[in-house]
């Protein structure tokens, strides 16, 4: 079974710094995918960024970037120039293609101004 | 892009009535959809997946009998909570994958269910 660990359960960033959200998970399979969730305050899931497992080069979508260690099996977020939008609970989440996702436990990011 | 619905957005309902929640995919054919629920503060936890035309899967400990699940098309699942209790209080959130196989999943606004 894959699991998934998020262990910060709140993280905090300043306005326009930078801010490095963990996640680790555990599988056997060789082929599979990671994703960052956002989950701001209406609960509507926002896909923040992907990346496929044979992928070596990090996924980047502006201001987010991944850095995936398959070895270690890690997938950190790194948001840069963060802003009050992005305050939000933050979910990595692991699929292979024959089950549902795979959520961690979720990381809350509050942004001050 | 791909935009999923549910219905209703809020439900309050007495305690011993049933409930349908309805998930649609507005713009793309979803072969499966998947049914979380998700309480305050916490991840979402998948209750069951439903493919068109057949049963729903359910996960370990979700008491199909109670969580009914029907997927009679390529662009709806309902979940009907059938004699529902205060403890059922929850958030749902449905998500589908579209036919043509991807990875992706998109997600639905999710619906709270309060039981008074």
């Known amino acids: 079974a894959q699991t998934v660990t998020q262990s910060q359960p709140e993280m905090s960033v300043q306005e326009a710094e930078t801010v490095t959200l963990s996640c680790t998970y555990d599988?056997?399979?060789?082929?599979?995918?990671l994703f960052w969730y956002k989950q701001p305050p209406s609960r509507q899931m926002i896909l923040v960024i992907r990346?496929?497992?044979?992928?070596?080069q990090n996924a980047t979508e502006n201001r987010f970037s991944v850095n995936f260690q398959k070895a270690a099996k890690s997938f950190s977020l790194k948001i840069s120039d963060s802003q009050l939008g992005d305050a939000a609970m933050y979910f990595c989440?692991?699929?292979?293609?024959?089950?549902?996702?795979?959520f961690g436990s979720g990381t809350r990011l509050q942004v001050q101004p | 892009g791909a935009v999923v619905s549910q219905h209703p957005s809020w439900v309050i309902c007495k305690s011993g009535t049933s409930v349908k929640i309805e998930c649609r995919s507005l713009?793309?054919?979803?072969?499966?959809m998947f049914w979380y629920r998700q309480f305050p503060k916490q991840s979402l936890m998948l209750m069951a997946t439903?493919?068109?035309?057949?049963?729903?899967?359910?996960e370990q400990g979700v008491e199909k009998d109670k969580f009914l699940i029907n997927h009679a098309s390529l662009t709806l699942s309902t979940l009907t909570v059938t004699s529902a209790h205060p403890e059922d209080s929850s958030f749902y959130i449905c998500?589908?994958?579209?036919?043509?196989?991807?990875?992706?999943?998109?997600f639905g606004p999710g619906t709270r269910l309060t039981v008074t």
């Open positions: 990346q496929e497992a044979y992928k070596q």
């Open positions: 998500s589908a994958r579209d036919w043509r196989g991807t990875y992706e999943q998109y």
């Open positions: 989440a692991f699929y292979t293609g024959r089950r549902a996702l795979t």
């Open positions: 439903s493919n068109e035309g057949s049963k729903a899967t359910y």
């Open positions: 713009d793309f054919q979803a072969t499966t």
């Open positions: 599988t056997s399979e060789s082929d599979y995918y």
